[in-house]
C-alpha cells in the first residue's frame, strides 16, 4: 500500500543533491564560511525576488521577526498586534523584544487576519491603555495576509508594518507584489521544509528602508559597524555561506517546484470539492498563493487524523493551540477569538510538497473521501 507522508524532503533534496554538493566543495575550498560573497549573492537574489531595495540574511526566520522589530526600535511598552493563528515564533519575537503581543482573529475564509481584525484589536489594545506600535500580518500557510487594505490601516494609524512571510516565498499579494515586501520589514524562514529551504537554519529581512537594512546588519554582527567597535549590543545571527550557497543552487527551481505545488492543490480542490469539507480557495491574479500547506477544515478533524494515520497517510494539525491560549501567554489574559479558536479546533494540513508522486495523491484522496463513504 502507497505509504504517504507529510512531506518526503529527501526526494526533493536528491533533485539538487548532486549540484548542491558541488557547491558545498567550492564554500569548503574556499574557507570564507561566515557571510562574504555567497551570502551577498543570496541577499542580492532575494532582494531583487521582492523588488525591494534590501535583503539581509539572518540565522533563522524568528531571528527575522526579531531583528527586525528591535531595528524598528519596539521594545518594552510597546504593543505590536499579530493573528492568533501562527507558529509560536511571530508572537514570540514581539515578547522577546520587551513588547506586547496583541492578538486579532482571522477570517474564517483565509485564516489570516485581515483590515477589520486588526482594527478590532488595535481598539481593544488602546482601550486597554496599551501603546500599539506595528501590527505584524503573516502570510499563512502560503497565502499573502490582505496587504494591501492593512498597509492602508497602518498608515492611517502611524503604525509600522513587519510581515511575517515565513512560509510565503514566491507569494503574491491581492495587488500582486511579492510576499514579504508589504511594509517596513518582511521576514523570511529558510528553514528545511520551507519552500525555499537549507539544508539547517536560516533567514532573512527584507525592507524598502535603508535604516532599517543597515540596522539588522549591525545586530546580527553583535551591533558592530566595523570590527570589534560595537555601537550597541547585537547577537550573532549570522546567514552562513554554506546555507547561502544551497539557497543559491535551489532558486532556479523555486519556481518549478512551486507550480508543482499549485498543480496537487488544484487537484485537490477538483477531488475533494463534494466532501463535507471546507477547502482553501485558490487566489485570484494578480494573488499568488504559494501552497506551503494544504489545510483544510473539518468538524470531524481529529477523526480524520486518525483515519487517515492508520492508513499510512501523515497529515498535520497547524495549529492546535490559538496564541491567545497558549500557556506561555496566559498571563495575558486576552480575550476569545472566536474563529481563530474554531480555526485550531478544525483544520487539517493534507501532504503537499514539490516531489509528492500522482500515485501517493491518488491515495490522499482515496483515504479522505473513504472516510467521508463510511461515516
Ligand atoms: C509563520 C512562521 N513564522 C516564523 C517562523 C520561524 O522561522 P524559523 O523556524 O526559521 O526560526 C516560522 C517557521 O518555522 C513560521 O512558520
Not at 531595528?71 to 519575537?93: K, N, Q, R, Y
Not at 515586501?181 to 521576514?187: M, P
Request: one cysteine or more.
Amino acid at each position: 500500500m502507497t505509504r504517504v507522508p507529510f512531506v518526503d524532503l529527501a526526494a526533493q533534496e536528491r533533485e539538487v543533491a548532486s549540484e548542491v554538493l558541488g557547491v558545498l566543495g567550492e564554500v569548503a575550498s574556499e574557507a570564507r564560511f561566515i557571510l562574504g560573497p555567497r551570502v551577498e549573492a543570496f541577499e542580492r537574489w532575494l532582494a531583487r525576488a521582492c523588488g525591494v531595495e534590501h535583503a539581509v540574511g539572518v540565522a533563522s526566520g524568528s531571528d527575522a521577526l526579531e531583528l527586525s522589530l528591535r531595528a524598528l526600535g519596539i521594545g518594552p511598552g510597546d504593543a505590536v498586534v499579530t493573528p492568533a493563528v501562527s507558529f509560536v515564533a511571530t508572537a514570540e519575537s514581539i515578547a522577546a523584544v520587551g513588547a506586547r503581543p496583541v492578538f486579532c482573529d482571522v477570517d474564517p475564509a483565509t485564516m489570516n487576519g485581515g483590515a477589520r481584525t486588526f482594527a478590532d484589536a488595535i481598539d481593544r489594545a488602546r482601550r486597554a491603555g496599551l501603546r500599539p506600535r506595528a501590527i505584524m500580518p503573516v502570510d499563512l500557510f502560503g497565502r499573502c495576509a490582505p496587504l494591501g487594505a492593512l498597509r492602508a490601516l497602518a498608515a492611517a494609524d502611524n503604525l509600522l508594518l513587519v510581515e511575517d512571510a515565513a512560509q510565503a516565498i514566491g507569494a503574491r499579494d491581492d495587488g500582486g507584489r511579492p510576499a514579504g515586501s508589504a511594509g517596513d520589514a518582511g521576514c523570511f524562514s529558510f528553514f528545511p521544509t520551507k519552500n525555499l529551504g537549507a539544508w539547517g537554519d536560516g533567514g532573512a529581512v527584507v525592507t524598502p528602508r535603508a535604516d532599517v537594512a543597515a540596522r539588522v546588519r549591525r545586530l546580527r554582527a553583535h551591533g558592530a559597524d566595523e570590527p570589534y567597535v560595537h555601537s550597541e549590543l547585537g547577537r550573532n545571527s549570522r546567514l552562513d555561506a554554506l546555507q547561502a550557497a544551497v539557497l543559491l543552487a535551489k532558486t532556479s527551481r523555486l519556481a518549478a517546484w512551486q507550480d508543482r505545488r499549485a498543480r496537487a492543490a488544484r487537484r485537490y480542490a477538483d477531488e475533494l470539492e463534494d466532501l463535507p469539507l471546507v477547502l482553501p480557495a485558490d487566489a485570484t491574479a494578480p494573488a499568488v498563493h504559494a501552497w506551503h500547506a494544504f489545510v483544510v477544515r473539518c468538524e470531524r478533524r481529529d477523526a480524520l487524523q486518525a483515519w487517515l494515520r492508520s492508513r499510512d497517510v501523515e497529515a498535520r494539525v497547524y495549529y492546535p493551540v490559538p496564541m491567545h491560549r497558549q500557556p506561555c501567554f496566559a498571563s495575558l489574559d486576552e480575550p476569545d477569538l472566536p474563529e481563530a479558536e474554531n480555526v485550531c479546533r478544525t483544520s487539517l494540513a493534507l501532504p503537499i510538497f514539490p516531489a509528492m508522486r500522482d500515485d501517493q495523491q491518488s491515495r490522499v484522496i482515496e483515504v479522505v473521501r473513504g472516510f467521508f463513504d463510511g461515516a
